[in-house]
């Protein structure tokens, strides 16, 4: 076919040239009927061409199905073992997933942890220590109840650096005199320390309520205690 159009295109430019050379009409006409074969035999062709590139185009009309090629047995004792999928399988059954491998924790956050600097975790870990134990000890039938806090006295005793006794082992802190401290090894803290330690305050001396007390009154006097004014 491309031979024949390329043929009625070399055809049409004769006529042409003999159209141009006579100046009949007639040729121009024969001219235009040739090149327009010239162009149906190209479309044919290019059509042609399209349905022999097509997929499936060349295979014959009763293609038989590729075998399957047999999987060995498996090993006896062996485990389950996952199907891959045919990919001439006409029922295309995916093959079951397997499970996810479980996540491993980055390199870069163990090092992180391991690199935490040794006074920081030291302090943590007596704090938590502490703590633990003070909640351990709470329900230690001999232990001093513990003392109700008000609010506006914990405000004030939040930061205050007046010293309380401790004893080893005992979740509560003391005001000197305490009956509970009698037999007992004390030692001075300071407030703040000793509540970030995780002591409580004692019910019988009550430190905190005697302590904000104490702190107001402090206040009060260094509000008033400037020299009078003069007189004149």
Do not use: K, N
């Not at 040729?27 to 290019?46: D, E, F, H, Q």
């Not at 930061?159 to 006794?165: G, N, Q, S």
């Not at 004692?202 to 702190?215: E, K, M, Q, W, Y």
């Amino acid at each position: 076919m491309i031979m024949g159009a390329a043929g009625l295109v070399l055809l049409g430019a004769g006529l042409l040239a003999t159209g141009l050379l006579t100046g009949v009409t007639a040729w121009y006409w024969a001219c235009i009927v040739a090149c327009a074969g010239a162009a149906i035999l190209i479309v044919l062709a290019r059509r042609s061409l399209s349905r022999s590139r097509a997929p499936g185009a060349t295979d014959p009309a009763g293609a038989r199905e590729p075998t399957r090629a047999a999987q060995p047995p498996a090993p006896a004792g062996a485990g389950p073992t996952t199907r891959v999928a045919d990919p001439a399988d006409d029922l295309g059954t995916p093959a079951p997933h397997a499970a996810p491998a479980p996540e491993v924790a980055p390199a870069s956050a163990a090092a992180a942890s391991a690199g935490e600097t040794s006074g920081g975790a030291t302090a943590v870990g007596a704090a938590a220590t502490s703590a633990a134990r003070a909640v351990t000890q709470e329900d230690d039938p001999d232990e001093p109840p513990l003392e109700e806090v008000e609010v506006t006295d914990l405000l004030v005793v939040l930061d205050l650096t007046d010293e309380v006794l401790v004893v080893d082992e005992h979740p509560r802190y003391h005001l000197g005199g305490c009956p509970h401290l009698e037999g007992h090894g004390t030692i001075p803290l300071p407030l703040d320390e000793a509540r970030a330690d995780g002591f409580t305050p004692c019910g019988t001396c009550r430190p905190d309520r005697t302590l904000a007390a104490r702190a107001r009154a402090r206040r009060s006097d260094a509000g008033d205690g400037g020299p009078p004014a003069s007189s004149g």
